[in-house]
């Protein structure tokens, strides 16, 4: 007979003494339990023991957590937090180096736990670590062991980070700006100025007057990776904590710094593995750089204002120069009027008469005369160029300069999100952005000549200008996607997807995604989907078992929050735990929390997950919502609660997770592969039948005939 639900079989350690064996009742108070364990070791005054698990964070059992304990954990007797928290605080104040060692490594490791921080924060232990960090006594690993203490104990959010002094503030600066100074501590620094960079406003602006942006561009240049990772986090802390005016003040200073080239050559091409947290910065600083370029795109044009009137008229000017005004001074005004309409219609404005009108929507804006401009005047050959191969075409085949420009301009802002907040998980940048400067003007320059050689190649006429633009919009982000490296790269690339790629592109994808609808063909696939189905579950199981890294979401350090799931190769179990930043593929022994899959009781995801149901309404936020996920289970609704790495590892999860619930497969990533599964499978069988035509219905079958005469006899085979 099976356990009561309430009765959990665990073992309770002590050193020097035998482990006992228990049946934990979870109705019975824990105060009873710990009496009851100390007694069988004969250990007086049980108020001042309490137990706690022996692996991971080692955090103490409370009332609060002690539903988390599971059939099968090992706990030890030991030191109550109140009286730890208490002889760590006296540890750390002594006179002895040694004891003073001991205690703060202790202490690093025991702040973890909530119930024991909150013991030591009471008895004002942050302060006390504070003064040992301004009285500087302390150096190296002892040093190291107090900030990582310090940060752990701040990361609860019991104390305020504007609570710390100035003197405090300075001395953890101090830290990041030597240049001889042990790399762990620079580290935990980093890590503190960067939570306290996103805490409030005040300490924002004491970390910027205290930490040069060139010392944070320096340690960008080391090749220790942690310390790299660090000093970007806290350029990002910097740049998102600012006002508009400040974050483009900030990136132009950046900017001269040269810390494009030093991240391009120091980050992206280091031979060492880029973290997904580094990833996630570049990301976000590419989004931060490119959404400078916002308020162009956010600003109509104002026909009276003269500078801007200035800027289209250069672009006739650079094109039609030594054509009209050597002779135009001899034009009354209309005359002039009528020539310059004309040339702008050359150019493909469609409001020839008053172009600044094609500039009055918003987005894009001033973007697109920017980026014409640019081109005009620092590619002018291919600009010239650009501009006789069309005006020597007939008038339906010449390819619109102006009106394409503003089109090409909204797909850039488009494909590139320029003007969307950085996403909180999003780690989709590109590394061509960090290879040169003025790289969105050069951007455009490379694609508006590539709408002028598709547009040839599809011999397009005005009519076909929507769908030029839709094949130049493919072949960006085709070209895009494979990430490359330079612009140079990405031209080349770009230039080799020619239409008639694009087309066989289409062509295989069509063939993949539109089978033949003879009904013979729909009945084959409706009998192969269950055996398809059947291999993609197995599929998401067999993922699952491998397991995945997952990254806890923070107002403040993304870093450090990392756990690992898997479900058990009997599919009975999910393993987790807490890992470290490095380990990639857990043992399953390592991971000492468990769930029974027999004890999952349902899948919510987005805003039904319980760690979802707070968070705001703005975008960054909203796509955290679509990797959010959780499993609700035991009959008191115990919720795991995950954040997605990726949408793909979204599917996956939410679909494995439905498999051993017994629910359908409802995601995008179940369809999208039962199809192509479906679209191969039925070409394999229908190899033989190529070239012949299936009828739409089956053939009838002939009417019995009169007689069997023609059936052959054997009976009377002659010998």
Not at 101 to 117: C, H, P, R, V, Y
Not at 440 to 469: G, H, P, S, Y
Not at 508 to 536: D, G, N, S, Y
Request: overall charge negative.
């Amino acid at each position: 007979m099976p356990p009561p639900k309430d009765i959990v079989k665990i073992a309770v350690q002590m050193p020097g003494a035998y482990p006992q064996l228990i049946d934990l009742d979870q109705k019975k108070p824990l105060s009873t339990v710990l009496k009851e364990v100390c007694d069988v070791w004969n250990k007086n005054n049980p108020d001042q023991y309490a137990l706690q698990y022996t692996d991971g964070i080692q955090s103490y059992i409370t009332e609060t957590n002690r539903h988390e304990i599971k059939n099968g954990s090992i706990l030890r007797l030991a030191t109550a937090p109140s009286r730890e928290a208490e002889n760590l605080y006296t540890g750390t104040q002594s006179g002895n180096y040694d004891v003073r060692f001991e205690s703060l490594k202790g202490l690093a490791i025991l702040s973890k736990d909530i119930t024991f921080a909150q013991e030591f924060i009471s008895k004002d232990g942050i302060a006390a670590l504070v003064r040992i960090v301004e009285n500087g006594n302390d150096t190296g690993e002892s040093l190291a062991h107090t900030l990582n203490a310090f940060i752990e104990l701040m990361e609860h959010g019991v104390v305020s980070w504007e609570t710390l002094t100035p003197v405090f503030i300075k001395k953890i600066a101090g830290f990041v700006n030597k240049s001889a100074m042990d790399a762990s501590i620079q580290q935990l620094s980093l890590a503190i100025l960067e939570s306290m960079v996103l805490s409030s406003s005040y300490l924002f602006q004491l970390v910027k007057n205290e930490v040069p942006l060139d010392r944070l561009i320096s340690h960008l240049q080391v090749t220790n990776q942690m310390i790299q990772t660090k000093a970007m986090a806290l350029i990002i802390a910097l740049l998102l904590s600012s006002n508009d005016d400040e974050r483009k003040e900030t990136m132009e200073f950046l900017i001269k710094r040269n810390l494009r080239q030093y991240v391009f050559k120091n980050i992206i091409l280091s031979s060492s593995t880029m973290r997904d947290e580094m990833a996630h910065y570049l990301y976000v600083l590419q989004s931060v750089s490119l959404n400078l370029l916002e308020p162009r795109m956010k600003i109509p044009m104002d026909p009276y204002n003269q500078d801007q009137r200035e800027m289209i008229q250069s672009l006739r000017q650079a094109a039609f120069e030594s054509d009209a005004d050597t002779t135009s001074g001899n034009f009354n005004t209309d005359r002039r009027k009528s020539l310059y309409s004309r040339e702008f219609r050359r150019l493909g404005f469609p409001n020839n008469a008053n172009p600044s009108l094609d500039f009055s929507r918003t987005p894009p804006g001033l973007l697109p005369l920017d980026n014409m401009i640019y081109f005009a005047s620092r590619h002018s050959d291919a600009y010239n160029r650009f501009v006789l191969e069309n005006s020597s075409r007939e008038d339906k085949h010449e390819c619109p300069f102006g009106r394409g420009s503003i089109q090409l301009t909204i797909i850039l802002c488009e494909i590139l999100k320029i003007g969307d907040p950085p996403s909180e998980t999003g780690q989709d940048f590109y590394p061509m952005f960090f290879a040169q400067d003025r790289v969105f003007e050069e951007f455009f320059c490379i694609c508006i000549q590539l709408l002028n050689k598709t547009w040839k190649e599809m011999r397009a006429t005005q009519e076909d200008f929507d769908k030029v633009m839709q094949v130049v919009r493919e072949q960006i982000t085709r070209t895009l996607a494979t990430k490359p490296t330079s612009l140079e790269l990405f031209r080349n690339k770009v230039n080799a997807l020619n239409y008639s790629e694009i087309l066989k592109l289409r062509q295989t994808e069509r063939m993949h995604q539109e089978e033949t609808l003879a009904p013979p063909v729909l009945e084959l696939r409706e009998r192969l989907k269950p055996e398809l189905m059947e291999l993609i579950k197995q599929q998401r199981l067999n993922r699952l078992c491998d397991g995945t890294l997952f990254r806890k979401i923070s107002s403040r350090r993304r870093q450090d929050k990392l756990w690992y799931c898997r479900l058990s190769p009997n599919h009975k179990v999910l393993h987790y735990g807490d890992v470290e930043e490095g380990v990639e593929n857990p043992a399953i022994e390592w991971l000492q929390e468990k769930i029974p899959v027999a004890d999952i009781k349902a899948l919510v995801t987005g805003k039904d997950c319980p760690h979802m149901k707070e968070k705001s309404t703005l975008k960054q936020n909203r796509e955290v919502l679509d990797l959010a996920f959780s499993i609700l289970y035991d009959a008191e609704d115990y919720s795991l609660n995950f954040i997605a790495p990726s949408k793909y590892d979204f599917g996956l999860w939410t679909d494995g997770l439905s498999v051993l619930l017994g629910k359908e497969l409802n995601s995008e990533q179940t369809k999208s592969e039962l199809e192509i599964l479906l679209s191969m499978e039925i070409k394999l069988r229908l190899l033989d039948l190529e070239n012949i035509s299936i009828p739409d219905v089956a053939p009838p079958i002939p009417s019995v005939p009169s007689n069997y005469n023609f059936c052959y006899d054997f009976s009377h085979t002659d010998h």
